[in-house]
């Protein structure tokens, strides 16, 4: 398995401990820059040269593509030098360590819903459209508010078919990732989330501005708690008369649902912001 690393601190250490623990080959973007624009710095290798933002551009990607041959190349040579044991291609059946979080365990039936998946989870929703803001070859489906008040109402399928079977845990607590806008526009605003008809949690709010000169999905991390053995959990969403722009627009893109998964291993993404409490 090849694991890519990139420029940014917070994602380089993160993922060099994960490749560390599972002992996985891996090829850093970084380091392999790091001298040539610190030590030697060299001409169509320096930072401005190779990354667009946090993110390699062009001629980072180039670099990563040569990164990435290499480290085949030299797998491949190894292999010819020293061929493969019957032992080590045993290993290769063994099982994976436990999770390097604790109770990171991936769920039994992880649920991403976005396009006409998240359109059907739909219950109600007044001054809210189902809309494409992107394009018929790239589109950008979702639904979308402009007015204070609106009200979406979502109904999410917390039913875990494999609990209590092959000595997989009933969990009560369902962990929700909402997919929503964040963006610079002047005409973006606030929402108010709550649960209900099923579930519990805290009230929160979102909201769809900030400063940076960037539009970009979020994801805001939701802890649900499951009522009665229901297995349906309703997430409701209301546009705030609050704002710090213009305009009043929303926009909800997706939604993940994670049964089964035991939120004691969530993780928090720097994307995956958790929301103020309202």
Not at 72 to 90: D, K
Request: proline fraction near 7%; aromatic fraction near 8%; charge should be negative.
């Amino acid at each position: 398995m090849l694991l890519v690393m990139g420029h940014n601190r917070e994602s380089e250490d993160v993922l060099g401990a994960l490749a560390a623990y599972y002992d996985l080959p891996a090829v850093s973007l970084r380091n392999a820059l790091y001298p040539l624009n610190v030590h030697e710095p060299t001409a169509n290798f320096l930072w401005n040269q190779t990354f667009a933002d946090t993110h390699p551009g062009d001629a980072g990607h180039k670099t990563l593509a040569d990164l990435a041959v290499h480290l085949i190349q030299e797998t491949a040579l190894g292999l010819v030098r020293y061929p493969i044991s019957e032992r080590e291609v045993l290993q290769r059946d063994e099982p994976l360590p436990p999770p390097m979080y604790e109770g990171n365990f991936p769920p039994p039936t992880p649920s991403c819903l976005k396009g006409p998946n998240l359109r059907d989870l739909m219950v109600s929703a007044e001054g809210w459209t189902w809309a494409n803001e992107g394009s018929t070859t790239r589109p950008r489906w979702g639904f979308v508010a402009t007015a204070p008040g609106s009200d979406l109402l979502l109904r999410l399928d917390t039913r875990n078919p494999h609990a209590g079977e092959g000595g997989v845990k009933v969990v009560w607590t369902v962990p929700v990732l909402l997919h929503y806008l964040k963006s610079y526009n002047t005409a973006m605003g606030s929402v108010l989330l709550r649960c209900e008809g099923g579930c519990s949690c805290t009230k929160h709010t979102l909201d769809g501005w900030h400063e940076e000169m960037v539009s970009q999905t979020s994801m805001a991390l939701i802890h649900t708690s499951r009522m009665n053995n229901a297995t349906t959990c309703d997430l409701g969403i209301s546009v705030l008369e609050e704002t710090r722009t213009e305009g009043h627009k929303f926009k909800i893109s997706g939604v993940v649902v994670g049964v089964g998964y035991d939120l004691s291993g969530t993780y928090d993404h720097k994307y995956w912001r958790i929301p103020e409490e309202a």
